[in-house]
């Protein structure tokens, strides 16, 4: 065979292979690519510790390759928060334990008594059921998630009056929704949503992300411009962030 043909030969070869590749091996993780002729653009999904990297089948390796490289900060972020969650040992629901709110805790009792309520009494939360015979975790697990959910529901409602009178905007409404891995979104609209798990953590990271999703109003965007206006409301804001990427998994039920 003539050495051009060889030479041809080899890079097509060394091509074909490069954009078959099914993973990436990225900083401290391996992402498995998914090809599909359907899919017209590129989305990233992290699944049980595993990385999934789902793209146009005309995609070429090298763009896959650099769209994994942008995204390895939020990819290793992602990969801690489920390692956290996994590690997490399960609730009992059961008295003795501890349950956060606004950066206290708070031990949990079980009493028995005519209906089920839930109430904070110096440091002990007090969940009273009516029957002890009963395997009550479901009911307690209900009763603390409606707890925190009311609880957030007026807190956040005062502090978003009062950081939106400071910072000059007027959100149309405050939704507490339930996120597995973000603490609130601000629409274009001007609806506010917050997770009530939020409630779990000290009062200065509630404040921040408060003034973050009430800085959305200014700049829809992470802009410098929007983290300039998250400064002046909240300066240590970048502590409270760091806060929520190292003990956010544990703040849930």
Same mark, same amino acid.
Request: with cysteine; hydrophobic share 45%; proline share 3%.
């Given at each position: 065979?003539?050495? #051009?043909?060889?030479? $041809? ?52 390796? !090298?763009?896959?390759?650099?769209? !994994? ?11 801690? @928060? ?19 709110? *606004?950066? %206290? ?27 002890? %015979? ?8 209900? #009763? ?13 409602? *005062?502090?978003?009056? @009062? ?40 009062? %200065? ?8 999703? *009430? %800085? ?8 410098? $411009?929007?983290?300039?206006? !998250? ?23």
């Amino acid at each position: 065979m003539p050495v #051009l043909k060889v030479i $041809a030969y080899a890079i097509f070869n060394k091509l074909f292979l490069r954009e078959s590749m099914k993973v990436i091996q990225g900083d401290g993780f391996t992402a498995e690519i998914i090809r599909s002729s359907k899919r017209k653009t590129s989305a990233i999904k992290i699944q049980k510790g595993q990385v999934y990297v789902m793209v146009p089948k005309w995609l070429s390796q !090298v763009a896959i390759e650099s769209l !994994v490289i942008n995204k390895t900060r939020w990819i290793t972020e992602k990969l801690t @928060h489920q390692q956290s969650l996994l590690a997490l040992p399960a609730k009992a629901f059961s008295s003795g334990e501890r349950y956060g709110y *606004l950066g %206290c805790e708070y031990v949990l009792t079980v009493v028995i008594g005519m209906t089920t309520t839930i109430k904070l009494d110096q440091d002990h939360l007090i969940v009273t059921v009516r029957d002890q %015979c009963l395997d009550n975790k479901a009911i307690i697990k209900a #009763l603390l998630i409606n707890w925190y959910k009311q609880e957030a529901l007026v807190a956040l409602k *005062l502090k978003m009056q @009062h950081y939106a009178a400071i910072i000059g905007v007027q959100p149309t409404s405050i939704t507490i929704k339930t996120y597995k891995a973000r603490w609130g979104s601000c629409s274009l609209s001007g609806a506010i949503q917050f997770n009530w798990k939020l409630m779990m953590a000290p009062e %200065c990271v509630v404040d921040y992300v408060v003034v973050h999703e *009430l %800085c959305h109003l200014l700049h829809h965007n992470h802009s410098p $411009a929007f983290w300039a206006a !998250v400064s002046q409301y909240c300066p240590d804001y970048r502590n409270h962030s760091a806060w929520l990427k190292r003990h956010g998994a544990s703040l849930d039920i």
